[in-house]
């Protein structure tokens, strides 16, 4: 396994490395069972594409990713609470019994949906308490399997394109961010900030469907897009390290959620509002 994962990096590096790494494997990876294999084999993957693409941790956008890191955490938790909260919504006005709605629900794609939303929210929540080595693959498998379960269902849910490859760009932004700057990226109380985010998306979509906030439309696509980008604004007038990057990773953090925006025809307002995101905090100096 090893040297097929070793294949990945750049043939210089590999010359120089190659040996250590494949002996630092067989030591870590010696008796212990596949799944901790193929995790610290997955980890070996993930560096060797961050070697060849130059996003080493130093880089400038290593430490983009690092600022985007919690935010992308959190609009795939926003995107997969909504969808739940969509199938919660479904399953208390429909006249059907229970049990005949969750047979339908957990079959095919929406099966897939279902699981994968539930994978993310995990992932995610685990992921921006610390613990990585379960939340960031948790995360990033959820998603994926998220962008099946939308291909599969087609046009049933969202978009079969947009929605599946905005799943996948998102689990990129997850992924990519470099193990030692993760802890960076929850600092400056940014994992608070990024729960607030879930929260702000989610419990005033809530609150609407239960009727709690009469006469408010339940049109909800561009509100997602509201917080995360005015969330960058209020980062980048906060100050402090890397504040003027924070408007770019909250765009950078935004595909799922500017895809669910696009799905339920608020494209244009949301391009705009993710252009002002980004413009803002320069426009106001």
Same mark, same amino acid.
Do not use: N
């Given at each position: 396994?090893?040297?097929?994962?070793?294949?990945?990096?750049?043939?210089?590096?590999?010359?120089?490395?190659?040996?250590?790494?494949?002996?630092?494997?067989?030591?870590?990876?010696?008796?212990? $069972?596949?799944? *901790?294999? =193929?995790?610290? !084999?997955?980890? &070996? #993957?993930?560096?060797?594409? @961050?070697?060849?693409?130059? /996003?080493?941790?130093?880089?400038?956008?290593?430490?983009?990713?690092?600022?985007?890191?919690?935010?992308?955490?959190?609009?795939?938790?926003?995107?997969?609470?909504?969808?739940?909260?969509?199938?919660?919504?479904?399953?208390?006005?429909?006249?059907?019994?229970?049990?005949?709605?969750?047979?339908?629900?957990?079959?095919?794609?929406?099966?897939?949906?279902?699981?994968?939303?539930?994978?993310?929210?995990?992932?995610?929540?685990?992921?921006?308490?610390?613990?990585?080595?379960?939340?960031?693959?948790?995360?990033?498998?959820?998603?994926?399997?998220?962008?099946?379960?939308?291909?599969?269902?087609?046009?049933?849910?969202?978009?079969?394109?947009?929605? $599946?490859?905005? *799943?996948? =760009?998102?689990? !990129?932004?997850? &992924? #990519?961010?470099?193990?030692? @700057?993760?802890?960076?990226? /929850?600092?400056?109380?940014?994992?608070?900030?990024?729960?607030?985010?879930?929260?702000?998306?989610?419990?005033?979509?809530?609150?609407?469907?239960?009727?709690?906030?009469?006469?408010?439309?339940?049109?909800?696509?561009?509100?997602?897009?509201?917080?995360?980008?005015?969330?960058?604004?209020?980062?980048?007038?906060?100050?402090?390290?890397?504040?003027?990057?924070?408007?770019?990773?909250?765009?950078?953090?935004?595909?799922?959620?500017?895809?669910?925006?696009?799905?339920?025809?608020?494209?244009?307002?949301?391009?705009?509002?993710?252009?002002?995101?980004?413009?803002?905090?320069?426009?106001?100096?």
């Amino acid at each position: 396994m090893i040297e097929h994962v070793l294949r990945l990096y750049p043939a210089a590096y590999r010359q120089a490395h190659g040996g250590e790494i494949a002996a630092t494997y067989r030591e870590m990876t010696a008796g212990e $069972p596949l799944h *901790a294999r =193929l995790r610290e !084999a997955a980890a &070996l #993957a993930a560096h060797a594409i @961050r070697t060849r693409t130059g /996003l080493g941790s130093a880089t400038p956008a290593a430490r983009l990713l690092a600022l985007a890191h919690p935010f992308a955490l959190a609009a795939s938790a926003a995107a997969c609470g909504l969808y739940l909260l969509r199938c919660y919504i479904a399953l208390t006005i429909s006249p059907a019994p229970l049990g005949m709605q969750l047979r339908e629900e957990l079959s095919g794609a929406w099966g897939v949906l279902l699981v994968s939303s539930f994978t993310v929210l995990a992932g995610a929540a685990s992921a921006l308490a610390g613990r990585w080595r379960f939340g960031v693959p948790c995360t990033v498998a959820g998603l994926l399997a998220f962008a099946a379960g939308a291909v599969l269902s087609g046009p049933a849910y969202g978009d079969p394109v947009v929605t $599946p490859g905005a *799943a996948v =760009l998102t689990a !990129a932004v997850v &992924l #990519a961010c470099p193990p030692d @700057r993760r802890t960076e990226s /929850l600092a400056a109380g940014r994992a608070g900030v990024a729960g607030a985010v879930v929260a702000l998306v989610v419990v005033p979509r809530a609150a609407v469907e239960a009727h709690a906030v009469p006469g408010v439309s339940t049109d909800y696509g561009c509100w997602p897009l509201v917080v995360l980008g005015v969330t960058g604004v209020v980062l980048a007038r906060r100050g402090g390290p890397g504040s003027g990057r924070a408007p770019a990773a909250v765009v950078l953090a935004s595909p799922l959620l500017l895809a669910q925006a696009y799905t339920t025809g608020w494209g244009a307002a949301a391009a705009v509002l993710l252009l002002l995101a980004l413009l803002g905090p320069k426009l106001t100096t």
